[in-house]
Structure formats: structure tokens, C-alpha cells
């Protein structure tokens, strides 16, 4: 079947090297982001979120920065490694509103 | 998968016929959502529910339909599938349903309508 990696914009980088994959949210009111990632055949895996109040946060090995100024959100893969190929996706929520809105995805290749 | 399975994983069907996915969570959340990602959009939502017998459409709603009558299951129908419905469907959960609630998905159901 069709892969959800195709038409998208893909980032290739060689392993142990660090990652930055970028997002450029929609709505300035938007108060929490997540970032997923999501391996062929799988569904998307939580990986880090951040909210509005924050511009920084770190996890193992990744860390999400938020640039509310600009509307942008980015997500920093340290030490990439081969495991780490997927397609990358960022949410957004705002307000009382509970439902994500989910941007189209980048898709990383990590050569060995 | 957050406890979360979706059956089935894989059907093929004819267009007209109708179809229904199910989605069951053992963590007792409250919050369920449908679904579909295609390439070229991304993740769409569907329907959700925000408690049993609680259900509101999202995005994408037309053609499809939702039931609950229990915490742990959610089921999708199309009631007459049409090939625009082939797509890969996920189902998620969050605790919440808070602004700041993380939501958890499942394996997947690729859905092929001929």
C-alpha cells in the first residue's frame, strides 16, 4: 500500500548526527504541542509535548523549542541513530478545545 | 500502543457494502477518537466520544457513523463504502480530554474498498 512518508518533506542525515526537524503551527491561540512519530505500518508514538508557557523542554535524547513569535516549533534528535527513521509529526490544541490538529509530517532518514 | 487494539487490522471490501471498525482500550479512558490518515493530509478527524453514548463529529464525518455503549469500545461504521473511504484508520485515547491532554493511538486498520 501506499506509504503515509510519501509527498512529504524529508529531512536525511547521517547516524550519530543531530537532528532538527521543523513545524510551523497555525493558530496563535494553539496552548500545547505534541510531537509524534510514527514508524511504517505502526500508529503514531508520543514522543515529547510542550506547552505554551515553555519554550523549552527535554526528554532522552530530543528536545522540542517553542518560538511562539514566529509560530514555530522544532524538535531536536540527539545522536541519531537508525532506529529513529520515521515520520515525524507536530499537534496542536488550544483553549478548551480537546481536539489536535495534526501537521503533514517530515519524513527522517538516518543512513548508517 | 497505550492498550489500545484495533480489529481488523487489514479488510478488503466491496464499494456498498457496510463496514465496522472497532477500537478497544483497557485503560479505562474516557476520551476516544477515529481517524483517518491518507497521504497529502495527514491525520483527520472523524468522530469522537467523551463518554458512552456521548459522540460528536469531527472533520471529516460524512459517511461514517460511531457508536458507544461501553467505556472500552468505540466502533466505526461506514454504512455504504465508497473507494474515498479507503484510507488507514487509527483510533486514539485521552484521559482528560483536557487541552493539555496527550492522546494515544492505536495500530491501525488499513481499510481497502475496491
Known amino acids: 500500500g501506499e506509504s503515509v512518508g510519501l509527498h512529504l518533506p524529508t529531512l536525511s542525515v547521517q547516524e550519530g548526527d543531530n537532528s532538527i526537524i521543523n513545524c510551523a503551527y497555525s493558530n496563535s491561540a494553539s496552548d500545547y504541542f505534541i510531537w509524534y512519530k510514527q514508524e511504517s505500518g505502526k500508529g503514531p508514538q508520543f514522543i515529547i509535548d510542550?506547552?505554551?508557557?515553555?519554550d523549552k523542554r527535554q526528554g532522552q535524547r530530543v528536545t522540542v523549542l517553542l518560538n511562539k513569535t514566529v509560530k514555530h516549533l522544532s524538535l531536536q534528535i540527539a545522536a541519531t541513530q537508525p532506529g529513529d527513521s520515521a515520520v515525524y509529526f507536530c499537534?496542536?490544541?488550544?483553549?478548551?478545545?480537546?481536539?489536535?490538529?495534526f501537521g503533514k509530517g517530515t519524513l527522517l532518514t538516518v543512513n548508517p | 500502543d497505550a492498550g489500545i487494539t484495533q480489529s481488523p487490522r487489514h479488510k478488503v471490501t466491496e464499494t456498498g457494502t457496510p463496514v465496522t471498525l472497532r477500537c478497544h482500550q483497557t485503560?479505562?479512558?474516557?476520551?476516544m477518537y477515529w481517524y483517518r490518515q491518507d497521504p497529502g493530509h495527514g491525520l483527520r478527524l472523524i468522530h469522537y466520544s467523551y463518554g458512552v453514548k456521548d459522540t460528536d463529529k469531527g472533520e471529516v464525518s460524512d459517511g461514517y457513523s460511531v457508536s458507544r455503549s461501553k467505556t472500552e469500545d468505540f466502533l466505526l461504521t461506514l454504512e455504504s463504502a465508497t473507494s474515498s473511504q479507503t484510507s488507514v484508520y487509527f483510533c486514539?485515547?485521552?484521559?482528560?480530554?483536557?487541552?493539555?491532554?496527550?492522546?494515544?493511538f492505536g495500530p491501525g486498520t488499513r481499510l481497502t474498498v475496491l
Open positions: 485503560e479505562n479512558h474516557r476520551y
Open positions: 486514539a485515547i485521552s484521559f482528560q480530554g483536557t487541552s493539555t491532554d496527550t492522546q494515544y
Open positions: 499537534a496542536e490544541s488550544f483553549g478548551s478545545n480537546y481536539k489536535l490538529t
Open positions: 510542550i506547552r505554551s508557557n515553555m
